[in-house]
């Protein structure tokens, strides 16, 4: 398995909206590994193609509870079949975004159609964080970030201290 470098905002190739995959192959098994070890490894409970410069449309996540059994799941050309009338409002973050978080309202509940790593037709119900990450995970297929549901004024302000934090770090030689 391999480490992949996680792509930053603004970079363009996180606005691109992803293919979708036509067959699963040990290539697309082999990037799904590979997303999962990286999500572990940057401490996310979810990442998407984009955001490591693919740009299919395939997901990981896991949002299992810190005293939880790893849960993890591998989605491959997600759809939401489904989605409840309730909006929820809950701060967000994102690995493309480091340390910047905002509240951001979604439906509650979803209900997402999925091929898993074999080429099985899935479908899963989600509610809770799985409903949150999967939404805010297919919003990055579409070359959305989680900024794009905000303000304007908010999003320069985040955008803003991106790039302060970002000068910051390469100044300091991190
Ligand atoms: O896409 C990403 O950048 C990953 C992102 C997904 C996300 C899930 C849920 C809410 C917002 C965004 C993250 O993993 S954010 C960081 C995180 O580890 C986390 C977020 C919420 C609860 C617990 C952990
Ligand atoms: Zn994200």
New binding site residues.
Partial sequence: MALLTILEAPDPRLKVKAEPVETVTDEIRTLLDDMLETMYEA??????AP?VAVAKRVLVMDCAGKDEDPQPIKLVNPEVIWESDEEICQE?????LPEQYSDVTRPERVKVRFLDETGTERVVEADG?LA??VQ??MD?LEGVL?VDHISALKRKMILRRLQKAKKFKKASGE
């Fill in positions: 401490h996310g409970v979810g990442l998407a955001q967000e973050g994102c690995l493309s964080l949150r990450c805010h995970e990055h989680f």
